[in-house]
């Protein structure tokens, strides 16, 4: 409901949800409100090998990287979660500047999702998965998953992301086979490739210093939404 009371009217929200019956339940149910597009994915042919009790999680981390899919010609996406909440008015103004670049927020007190950013080759600069939603030029997805694909060196992007997992697996120190995170690692490959494009917010401990962030950056920006599962950020274990 915090996207009710929070977005703009004029932006369109879409949930997207297993094609399966106990989702299509919950829509003809009323639980879900009629102004949100509603989208059924069917279970990518690459994950029926993988354990019943993590297809659902991993088939939600591939969904993200296809999320320019349903922007309808919009050239920015916010990506949240479902146990993210907004909390605060003009979420518009917080998400982008005054010169409409999209605002992206990085913790360096913790390194969660490590392992993701390592596994591509790219150089972690901070946390990206804490602070939410993730704002992205769509535009960029495609080039996030031609560079994933390239690093993997796969035919496909399902090949490579079902690669990328397999690694992450089997190093994940907090979340073992759950320690793929697209913001993570979307937001570490535009910190490196794309950076001007963005507006960058990072945090960093009392005290410490960073080689990575410019003075500029580490300019604390309102937060309009709460990620619930990582809220104690700096100082989650």
């Given at each position: 409901?915090s ?5 703009p009217p004029g ?5 997207i ?10 829509v ?6 009629s102004w ?7 279970l ?9 009790g993590l297809?659902?999680q991993?088939r ?7 999320a ?24 518009e ?9 999209p605002?992206?927020w990085?913790?360096t ?8 950013v390592?596994?591509?080759g ?7 998965m ?39 697996a ?5 979340l073992?086979p ?9 937001g ?10 963005y507006?960058?917010s ?5 005290g410490?210093?960073?080689?990575d962030?410019?003075k500029?950056?580490?300019c ?6 709460s ?8 100082y989650?274990e």
């Open positions: 409901m996207c009710a009371w929070f977005l932006w369109p929200v879409h949930v949800l297993d094609d399966d019956e106990a989702s299509r339940r919950l003809t149910s009323g639980d879900i409100p949100v597009n509603v989208v059924f994915e069917a990518p042919a690459f994950l029926t090998n993988v354990e019943v297809q659902g991993l939600g981390m591939f969904s993200q990287f296809w320019d899919n349903y922007t309808q010609g919009s050239s920015l996406v916010a990506i949240s979660d479902s146990d993210a909440v907004f909390h605060m008015m003009g979420v103004r917080l998400l982008l500047t005054e010169d409409s670049k605002v992206i990085s913790s007190g913790t390194d969660i999702f490590f392992e993701v390592d596994a591509v790219l150089k972690w600069v901070g946390e990206f804490s602070y939410l939603p993730a704002v992205f030029w769509t535009d960029h997805l495609l080039l996030v998953r031609q560079f994933i694909q390239q690093r993997m060196q796969s035919r496909s992007f399902e090949e490579a992301f079902y690669k990328l997992w397999l690694n992450v089997s190093t994940g120190k907090h073992g759950l320690a793929l995170s697209p913001q993570a690692l979307i570490a490959y535009l910190y490196q490739f794309h950076r001007h494009a507006h960058w990072a945090l960093i401990p009392i410490s210093r960073t080689a962030w410019a500029k950056d580490l604390a920006s309102l937060r309009g939404m990620h619930l599962k990582y809220f104690a950020l700096p989650y």
